[in-house]
């Protein structure tokens, strides 16, 4: 069943779906819009811009205006567990954190001595420690960062631990690791593998691992493939449903990797994340675009 915004996959989407809920653009003027992260305390949508260097802020009934700039290539974004704005930077291929007063706190920009490829994307568990992926899109031109060698042998996933700050790898074999999140109870961490944009022999897929003691992942596994470009950013829903950017828009897969359904959405998407009073409603970054739509389901 195929519905002008909504394409429905499995009957299980048409109950996390509002069909009058319209797909509103609601900022237009992006280079590759990123990193999409809600502050609940604030009513505000944090966005990146990574090409034109800046951070963007989207506050309901007022729009778009920048919240920094330059941005230092930021990607990814996220919150600490104290609120704090949780960054990933190209530039400086680094992972840094926004303080209450506007200061910046490096977190992490070397692993075994040398230098990070370029932090992508981030997300915090609920014992602070903080996760994130290292492919090398940063450095491979000086359009999204600055064109460099890459240091690292591998494009890893990152453990930072929140009191020592020690930095451990916990997976090595991604192509391109990117998107990253936790299910709701956290016992599983899905990470998206999207070298399939440089490597056409690669697949556009999402794995999943089990979540050993709060800091190993074990048992990595295929989740799913996408059917539409690649898997960049995702995030999931209180039901455990993942939600993912794609080709051709947010394809929605349920716990056990099956698609349920699509939000289509005119541009490429490259990321996505629930906001609003009840995180109901979905914010998706998309080329050049900001879209929201409202949904019938509330992020985890």
Known sequence: ????????????????????AALEELYAGCRWAEGPVWFANHDLLLFSDIPNERL???????GVSVFREPSNF?????????????????????VTRTEYDGSITVLAERYQGKRLN?????????????WFTDPTYGIRSDYEGHKAEAEQTCRNVFRLDPASGELTAVVDD????????FSPDETRL???????????????IIRVFDVVEGKRLTNGRVFCRLDAGLPDGFRLD???????????????????????????????VANLT?????????FITATKSLYAVYVDVSGA
């Not at 370029?118 to 903080?130: A, F, H, L």
């Not at 991604?174 to 999140?181: D, I, K, R, S, V």
């Not at 449903?241 to 349920?254: E, I, K, P, V, Y």
Request: proline share 9%; glycine share 12%; charged share 20%.
């Open 1 to 20: 069943m195929t519905h002008p915004v909504y394409q429905i996959n499995d009957p299980r989407f048409a109950n996390m779906i509002i069909p009058s």
């Open 56 to 62: 963007l802020r989207y506050v309901p009934g007022q």
């Open 74 to 94: 930021a990607n990814g974004n996220t919150r600490d567990r104290e609120g704090r704005l949780i960054t990933c930077e190209h530039g400086g291929r680094r």
């Open 118 to 130: 370029s932090p992508n994307d981030v997300v915090v568990k609920s014992d602070g420690s903080i």
């Open 174 to 181: 991604f192509g391109q690791p990117n998107g990253l999140a």
């Open 190 to 204: 899905y990470v998206a593998d999207s070298a399939v944009s440089h490597d056409p022999s690669a697949e556009p």
């Open 238 to 268: 209180t039901q455990g449903n993942l939600w993912t950017s794609a080709g051709d828009g947010a394809h929605c897969f349920a716990p056990d990797g099956t698609l349920l359904g699509k939000i289509l959405v005119p541009q490429t």
């Open 274 to 282: 629930f906001g609003g009073p009840r995180k109901n409603r979905l």
